[in-house]
């Protein structure tokens, strides 16, 4: 796990993502975030995950849209159960990561404050039977291919 290293090593979370392996991560540019997050909004199921000391908060479903306004990105969807604002002006780094977790393939969009420090992230959805759903991974990959191509540049 990410940020079990991360503490071992004294380093940010960021910075362990960071130095994965190429085939692993991929950075996007967080002027990006609004067209990161409206690709996310199409995907058929994501878990949405918040953690910090206290608490690791997992959501699952689909993700509202949203509009920024008094410095935030405001969730604006009242029928879906994400909401809130997301306080996009403390974005340091945006990653679409590709790794096992728990023994199973895993893709997510990893979203870290300036100080390489979680804010939160959004997990490519699975089936009940723990199977990621084709849709989503597909989504990802297409996502992720266009940073690849832009970190090649």
Not at 57 to 68: A, D, H, K, N
Not at 69 to 80: I, V, W, Y
Not at 115 to 126: H, I, L, S, T, W
């Amino acid at each position: 796990m990410t940020d079990a290293l991360a503490r071992e090593l004294g380093l940010s979370e960021a910075e362990v993502i960071r130095a994965l392996p190429n085939e692993m991560r991929v950075e996007a540019p967080t002027s990006d975030f609004e067209t990161i997050w409206q690709d996310m909004t199409n995907w058929e199921k994501v878990t949405f995950i918040v953690r910090n000391a206290g608490a690791v908060v997992e959501i699952s479903g689909t993700l509202p849209g949203g509009s920024f306004a008094h410095g935030m990105f405001n969730l604006m969807d009242r029928s879906n159960p994400l909401r809130g604002h997301l306080m996009t002006d403390r974005l340091g780094s945006i990653f679409l990561v590709s790794k096992p977790f728990f023994k199973l393939e895993s893709h997510s969009v990893q979203f870290f404050d300036t100080e390489g420090e979680p804010m939160f992230a959004v997990y490519a959805g699975r089936d009940e039977k723990r199977t990621l759903l084709t849709s989503v991974v597909e989504g990802f990959t297409a996502m992720r291919s266009r940073y690849e191509q832009q970190e090649g540049c």
